[in-house]
């Protein structure tokens, strides 16, 4: 797979953007209200690599920081009288 270029990774969100924006002055209110729904953008990223390397990244990051926390935190003493 090539690597697209920033100016066409840029293009590429200015149109989903105006997309969005669009949909969102078509519908008016209810549009807006439907945009905080979170089952409406279930499956929207599937398909694009940008957003699937991000989202590995992010797992990667998360992994890391529950190693570094685990290894940072002591587990308290337990005493029992």
């Known amino acids: 797979m090539a690597a697209k ?8 969100l200015e149109l989903r953007l105006e ?4 949909l969102l002055a078509k519908d008016g209110m209810k ?3 439907s945009a905080r ?4 953008w279930i499956g929207a ?9 991000a989202f590995r990244r ?3 990051l998360r992994q890391a920081n529950r190693q570094h926390v685990r290894q940072h ?5 337990s005493s029992k009288s």
């Open 31 to 33: 549009g807006a209200s």
């Open 37 to 40: 729904n979170w089952r409406r």
């Open 45 to 53: 990223f599937t398909d694009d690599p940008d957003a699937q390397q």
């Open 73 to 77: 935190t002591t587990k308290p003493s």
């Open 19 to 22: 997309t969005l924006i669009e």
């Open 5 to 12: 270029s920033i100016e066409e990774r840029v293009r590429s």
């Open 58 to 60: 992010a797992m990667k």
